[in-house]
C-alpha cells in the first residue's frame, strides 16, 4: 500500500503513480508494506538533501518525504528524487539496509559475506546504498516516461 500526503493533488497523483511503478519494477513479489510519502515544503532537510526515506518500527512500514520546495517545479528531478527513495525502500524491504536507533541512529549494509556494516569514514556519494540509488533512479525516471508519456527524459 502507498499513501500520499501533502502537496497539490496533481502532485500527490504523480507521485502516488511513480511509487507504484517504482515498487512493480523494483519488488514486485513484496505485497505486505505500507510506504508512507509525504511531500512537503520544509526548511528542516539537511544541505541540498531533497529527499528521505527511512525505515518505521515495523519493518514493513517505509517512510518518504519530498522536499517539493528544493525542486522549484522540475519535473524530472520530483520524480527522479520518488525513484531514488524508493530504490531505499526497496534496499530496506529486502533487508539489504538496516536502520538502527539505539544508541543513536546509524544504517548497516548487507555485504556479500552475510554480514552488516556501518560505513562511517565514507563520504555520502560512495556510501554502498546511494551508488546504487544514484546509479539506478535515472534508469527508473527513463522507464516511467517511456512507459507514462511516451517518450524518454533528459536525465
Not at 15 to 44: D, Q, S, W
Request: proline share 3%.
Amino acid at each position: 500500500m502507498i499513501i500520499v500526503e501533502g502537496g497539490t493533488q496533481k502532485k500527490r497523483d504523480l507521485a502516488y503513480e511513480v511509487a507504484a511503478f517504482c515498487a512493480r519494477e523494483l519488488f514486485p513479489r513484496h505485497r505486505a508494506y505500507t510506504i508512507y510519502l509525504e511531500l512537503a515544503k520544509k526548511a528542516g532537510f539537511m544541505g541540498e538533501d531533497v529527499g528521505y526515506c527511512y525505515q518505521g518500527e515495523d519493518d514493513r512500514d517505509i517512510y518518504i518525504e519530498i522536499n517539493t520546495h528544493k525542486l522549484k517545479g522540475d519535473l524530472d528531478e520530483f520524480i527522479d528524487t520518488i525513484c531514488h527513495e524508493m530504490i531505499h525502500a526497496k534496499q530496506t524491504l529486502k533487508s539489504e539496509l538496516k536502520d538502527y536507533m539505539r544508541p543513536t541512529y546509524h544504517k548497516k549494509w548487507l555485504c556479500k559475506d552475510g554480514k552488516y556494516r556501518e560505513y562511517k569514514n565514507l563520504p555520502y556519494h560512495k556510501l554502498p546504498w546511494e551508488v546504487e540509488a544514484y546509479r539506478d533512479s535515472g534508469k527508473l525516471l527513463r522507464k516511467f516516461k517511456r512507459e507514462y508519456y511516451g517518450y524518454e527524459a533528459k536525465a
